[in-house]
């Protein structure tokens, strides 16, 4: 390759990227589109063969790296510039006042400042850090100062800028809220629903939960966006920023690219707060984000470090004016049970239809029996129903005040309601469940779960085809779903050649899922898709998960014991091993692809890399983690290993003081090929 043309491409590339970072600033940003979808499609695609010719050329900021990366092991823990502070409430406009009384005894003139209004937006803080205006970093909140690298899941969120616009600080992080909007939320849980999978409660949980997957791929599936308001400076750099109001700092985000919520508003006094608190309240469910209120922010900075912080957590220059929960009465008509997936029986309130917030609710969820126990409900009592941001209301109390006398103690089911077996108490959970494997109400929702989209992601099986193959006997369990022919689905109501067909190749495809899919799929209580990820990619085979106890599971970071016991339990079951024989004799895939060595030699060993070293810290990660290690950024007492190259740091002086294994490159392949010596 000539200098010359890896020159050509570095410029052509660096143009690229420029074009690429303006549109999606003036798409997200400045919501004024100036190229087409087919443009940037074009120019994205020359980008990236530009990079896959040239891989030395590719910058941390590039657009490429937004899809794509690899799935993580696991996510490290990261410290954050200066903690990310939580707020203090209120939830009335007295309250809203006493804030302001308390204020002024410290600093005198903070009633005269002013505030800025923002909307509480519902959602996950995250901490992006920018090193020369280039996102490096994104992280979750964790508990304020130290949070969990996110980076890879944040990069898939097109409006977040991955290299801010003009001159900025050197070194900084941007605060904000990564949330779901309401359009995408309400998308992700019809298509949960209709796969079975279990729906999020809200916005919230379905944006948090998106954020901490370890395959980037199914977060950037989510519709996740990010709204900026705060920024914090490296303190060791001096730098500071010039602003005097915090509406010029939101003004400020938005000139860097970053996507800030255009509805706030400087406002004179907190009568101005409270008026648009009042609108935002009115207008809540126009907006295509969820609020639980509005934040009031002491408009002058200069005040803030002199107002200071309560307990190192709560600011005294901003408050959450919350919103009063949407509350309404109906009456209980009757207690139902739902078999879930994993036989777990699913207490829920069916109500006389009564509209909350707009949204005529006839069903309720009761969460357990013991909480209907605690709570005293019984069928014909009128009770109190609550949709606070929540998808799915909530049967608060009852109003012991207007029974008659007559209404029944409510006795939770014996026998399951779908299958008449008596029912199972663990002493250490509050769950109820049916032990019988194949209660007809566990397997029809072990079937729409197995299909499910991020289980096998088994197009064209629904709720409605899971029953209609179990009614008519051509299934009785997930094994047989791979001996099915397009003949016999057509003989089911519904079904032509063409839909048969389709499903049958469907089925046929999902034989090539990875071994975390399978084993998210199988429904094992407590396994979830991130336990399901962790589990795939430190065994690999599903021969190796087999051969493992319940202590093996226990000991794989971020895999608990109830998750290592429920899944020991489950393998342990002669049943399920001879489902699982079955599915592999029908041509499943039982193994993960991670580029992986032969052997897991380093299992449950974690490891420090410190220096510079003959191959790249990347290299080195993979490595490690290739061979069922982990990688963490940080010397603790439950480092194994740290390994140090030229000019270590402080890492090194850590490491020694703890007493910890100290071993260059050479030692860590050999470590690699053998695995630790046995004493
Ligand atoms: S200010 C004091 N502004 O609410 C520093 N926070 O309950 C807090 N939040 O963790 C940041 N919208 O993630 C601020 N406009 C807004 C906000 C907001 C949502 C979140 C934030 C914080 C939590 C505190």
Known sequence: MSTASITDAMQRAEELRRMLHDANYEYYVLDAPTLSDEEYDRLFRELKALESAHPEIVTPDSPTLRVGAEPATQFEKVSHLSPLLSLDNAFSPDELRAWEDR???????????????????????????????????????GNGRIGEDVTQNLRTIREIPLRLRGKVPSRMEIRGEVYMSQSGFRELNERRAAAGEPVYANPRNAAAGALRQLDPRLTAERPLRFFGFQAALDPDTGERLAFERQSELLAALADWGVPVNQRHRACKDLEDVIGFADEAYRDRFDLDYGIDGVVAKVEPLRLWPELGIIGEREPRWAIAYKFPPDLATSTLLSIEVNVGRTGTLNPYAVLEPVVISGVTVRQATLHNFEDIARKDLRVGDRVLVKRAGEVIPQVVAPIPERRTGKEPVYRPPDSCPACGTAVERPADEVAVYCPNGSCPGRLFWGLVHFAGREAMDI?????????QLLDSGLVRDVADLYGLTAEQLQTLEGFAALSATNLVDAIAASRAQPLSR??????VRHVGTHAAQVLARTFVTMDALLDAGEDAFAAVHGIGETTGHALAAYLGEPKNRDLIARLAAAGVNMTEPVER?????????SFVITGTHGMSRKDMTSLIERHGGRVTGSVSGSTDYVVAGESPGSKLDRARELGIAVIDEAALRQLAETGPAVE
């Open 518 to 523: 399978l084993l998210f799929a199988l429904g």
């Open 459 to 467: 197009r064209g099986l629904g709720e409605r085809t899971a029953q």
């Open 597 to 605: 060595a032969d052997r897991v030699t380093l299992a449950g060993l």
């Open 103 to 141: 204020n002024a005894r410290v600093v005198r003139e903070v009633r005269e400042g002013g505030y800025v209004a923002e909307m509480k937006i519902d959602g996950a803080a995250v901490s992006l850090l920018y090193e020369g205006g280039v996102l490096v970093r994104g992280a979750t909140r």
